[in-house]
């Protein structure tokens, strides 16, 4: 059960949501979760490119806070500049031992849903590497074949656009996911 356990939460737009609700005001209205930080940037990168990019965010998020789970969005910003590969995958590297120093947790990283870029295929696939290396967990909405095969209307009425829910769809589609896969990983946990 999700009530009453602290999250932190670190991405960029999908994770900002639409003017600010994302699903993690669906989760803090459904399940009382309790959000000990969103740290949502639209427009940031995993890879470091200023101030504003994941690490330096992460970085300034108080140390003393206690977190049952930390999640963070696999940027999309990262595919549509076309960053580095390798680049992506010191970022994740950097930011699953600094979650796990820091706070003694593993991260869940998430996966937007699928839209059209094979630069984003690549980062989800070196997630699936890092999980087997790490043992992190992945909320994987990029390969779902329920998120993937569902009505075109319906599709259409929860999307901003190819990459950003609404906040219909959050509320609607994303969030039922997310509720049964924290469940999955807080029953695995126990």
Not at 6 to 21: A, E, M, P, Q, R
Not at 82 to 106: G, R, W
Not at 170 to 185: C, G, M, R, S, V
Request: charged letters at 30%.
């Amino acid at each position: 059960m999700l009530k009453d356990k602290k999250f932190i939460f670190l991405g960029s737009s999908v994770t900002y949501g639409d003017n600010g609700y994302s699903f993690i005001e669906s989760l803090v209205k459904y399940e009382n979760i309790i959000v000990l930080k969103k740290e949502a940037v639209s427009g940031t990168t995993l890879v470091t490119l200023d101030d504003n990019s994941y690490i330096p965010r992460m970085e300034r998020i108080d140390k003393n806070l206690k977190p049952d789970f930390f999640i963070c969005q696999l940027s999309t910003n990262d595919a549509s500049l076309s960053l580095p590969i390798d680049k992506i995958n010191d970022a994740l590297e950097y930011i699953i031992q600094y979650v796990y120093k820091t706070f003694n947790k593993k991260v869940i990283f998430y996966t937007g849903t699928k839209f059209d870029s094979k630069e984003y295929n690549r980062m989800v696939d070196l997630l699936y590497k890092l999980k087997e290396e790490w043992n992190i967990d992945i909320i994987d909405l990029w390969n779902d074949t329920d998120m993937n095969n569902i009505d075109r209307n319906l599709y259409n009425s929860y999307m901003k656009d190819p990459i950003h829910p609404n906040k219909f769809g959050y509320d609607k589609w994303w969030t039922p996911k997310f509720i049964k896969a924290l469940n999955d990983i807080l029953n695995r946990c126990s």
